[in-house]
């Protein structure tokens, strides 16, 4: 009978307090809805009328996937009719960054592209933007930082000191090239540096491709420096200098439509707000158990 009645007054006790945050319920429920993916939603109808995207790079070049998609999706969306590539990374690995370059130089063919470099375009990141239509610039912008480089340590000395004996296996003279066990050897900073000047040529060749600039002056745009936009103008490594509203409107006139509709960024937004309304649930969840167990007088041991 007193289980009957402990299992009645934690059921009133649930009811009573679902009673009192109905309308909490209700209001993260329609919101919820208004934010699916349904083909009346807002967000839906803001990705089917848009005909302009921006697309973002910020911070340290690694992982690109995210970027790439979003380039991807943008080039096979016939009703995006130009994308604003806006870039503030001070660059990264080598490769992801000519995934990009070449990833946007592939959407120039199918519609423009305007980069902005809203604080730093340099290095890696310099070279995912500079297949553009189009590069603009923040006046207080960093840009350039064209060259390549493959940091290394020589930490034998602590290794020795701490008692650390090295034993590897390997197959292949070059294999180990590159470690921070010992120095290298002679051989293999050849081998490294011949490695390092490839990569500086694919990446000096691919700039003045695209930026049309003499490879016999790449001392002078190449050398590994940082430039203020106005001196990359000159150099003819940027178009303009300008700001975020007037790079808006340099794609909307290369993209050529009348009524320009910039889409949202629906995955961010939706994310947040799931994020937002997991955080309320579990909040929700942990006071029904602690209104549940206050009912029951349980006590933590």
């Not at 006790?13 to 993260?28: A, D, E, M, P, W």
């Not at 016939?78 to 946007?104: H, Q, R, T, W, Y």
């Not at 020589?154 to 292949?172: D, P």
Request: aromatic fraction near 8%.
């Amino acid at each position: 009978m007193q289980i009957l009645k402990s299992f009645l007054q934690n059921l009133a006790n649930g009811i009573k307090f679902i009673n009192s945050y109905f309308k909490t319920f209700v209001f993260l429920f329609i919101v919820f809805w208004l934010l699916s993916p349904s083909s009346n939603s807002p967000i839906n109808l803001n990705a089917s009328l848009a005909n302009l995207e921006r697309i973002d790079l910020k911070g340290e070049i690694n992982d690109v996937s995210k970027v790439l998609e979003k380039i991807i999706n943008a080039k096979n969306n016939a009703n995006i009719k130009g994308v604003l590539f806006v870039i503030d990374s001070p660059g990264g690995a080598f490769a992801p960054s000519m995934e990009l370059a070449l990833a946007i130089k592939d959407l120039k063919k199918e519609k423009p592209v305007v980069v902005y470099a809203s604080g730093t375009m340099a290095s890696g990141s310099y070279l995912s933007g500079v297949s553009a239509n189009l590069i603009l610039a923040n006046p207080a912008s960093f840009i350039g930082s064209i060259g390549v480089l493959m940091p290394g340590a020589n930490i034998s000395e602590l290794i020795q000191k701490l008692g650390i004996k090295e034993q590897t296996l390997k197959a292949g003279a070059f294999k180990e090239a590159g470690t921070f066990t010992r120095a290298w050897s002679e051989e293999e900073r050849e081998y490294l540096q011949n490695l390092i000047n490839q990569s500086y040529e694919l990446f000096t060749d691919f700039v003045a491709k695209e930026r049309k600039l003499e490879l016999k002056n790449k001392q002078k745009w190449a050398d590994a420096r940082v430039f203020l936009a106005l001196e990359a103008k000159e150099l003819g490594l940027i178009d303009e200098l300008s700001n975020y509203e007037n790079a808006k409107k340099e794609l909307e006139n290369l993209a050529k439509v009348e009524v320009p509709i910039w889409k949202k960024d629906e995955e961010d937004k939706l994310d947040k707000i799931l994020n937002r309304l997991s955080e309320e649930g579990i909040k929700m969840f942990d006071l029904i158990l602690t209104r549940m167990a206050n009912s029951q007088n349980i006590k933590a041991f």
